[in-house]
């Protein structure tokens, strides 16, 4: 009851109550011209824990992966890998969706299936890119302030700390890969690709390179492909420390978001993008 507005607790209920029904995953494909049997995933997902829309956790994260699916499906759009774009379900509840997938499918990488039809229904995993969070940057907490300018402090006499109250002058996308597992060196490789195609087609804010990826989709598959999170702070040091008054609370709705944060979520959509075509050798135009 925390959300008041009725229309946004129906949109932000449960497909099924957690435990009393089968959740989707959803994916889409396009086909590589000369290399199908390997493949770039590029990813985000679809359920919230905001009580309202969840609009940043993850709405940003889903609304990037079906705006590259649309550039990349555009007509005169040719990659010689293949990508899939996939919106995980019950991320918040354990990365169950991705867990599953990779338990499920990460024998069937590279086979073609029937035999000789030159059909991959798992290509091999070359890069996972998984999105979640993208629009708020706006730095660590702030002491508050009374009236007179003076620090507010609690029963303990410790001062009171709130949200800054616009996006940090140092506002970027960060990139983590996990420096603890099988994978590290081809994570970070990857992470260092997206910076350099940040670098050269992002318009706005740069990419910072960490290595702590956490709490996301693409920790399953850290141990079997190179694999990275994009977002707007990072997970561990900086949403876990309370940069981020929003998350997963009833203010995760569209309209607490500023022209500048949107202006962050396209960066990073268009460092996505840059990578994600190098990656797959994309040509023609959108
Ligand atoms: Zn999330």
């Not at 030159?118 to 070359?126: I, Q, S, T, V």
């Not at 890969?177 to 940040?198: E, G, I, Y």
Request: proline share 7%; hydrophobic share 40%; net charge negative.
């Amino acid at each position: 009851m925390a959300q008041p507005d009725e229309k946004l607790r129906a949109l932000n209920s449960e497909q099924t109550p957690l435990g009393t029904g089968p959740r989707e995953s959803l994916y889409c494909t396009k086909v590589g011209a000369t290399r199908p049997d390997e493949m770039v995933i590029v990813s985000a997902h679809m359920d919230g824990i905001g009580y309202g829309e969840a609009a940043n956790d993850d709405g940003s994260g889903t609304a990037l992966v079906m705006e590259l699916a649309r550039v990349f499906n555009a007509p005169g759009v040719a990659t010689e890998r293949s990508i899939r774009f996939i919106l995980w379900n019950n991320e918040e509840s354990g990365l169950n969706g991705a867990h599953a997938y990779v338990a499920q499918r990460k024998d069937l990488q590279g086979i073609d299936s029937p035999k000789g039809s030159g059909l991959y229904p798992e290509p091999k995993w070359l890069a996972v890119i998984q999105h979640d969070m993208l629009l708020f940057d706006d730095g660590m907490p702030v002491p508050k302030l009374d009236a007179a300018g003076k620090p507010v402090l609690d029963a303990r006499g410790q001062p009171v700390y709130t949200a800054p109250s616009a996006q940090r002058a140092e506002a970027d996308v960060n990139i983590e890969f996990q420096v603890n597992s099988k994978q590290t060196d081809a994570s970070a490789k990857l992470a260092w690709a997206l910076r350099a195609a940040n670098e050269k087609y992002a318009t706005d804010y740069p990419v910072a390179v960490g290595n702590r990826m956490t709490n996301t989709d693409s920790v399953p598959f850290m141990d079997h492909a190179p694999a990275v999170s994009v977002r707007e702070s990072e997970r561990g040091m900086q949403i876990g420390a309370g940069w981020n008054p929003h998350w997963h609370q009833p203010t995760d709705v569209y309209a607490t978001y500023s022209d500048k944060d949107f202006l962050l979520g396209l960066n990073a959509a268009q460092t996505t993008l840059a990578a994600v075509a190098q990656l797959t050798g994309a040509r023609g135009k959108p």
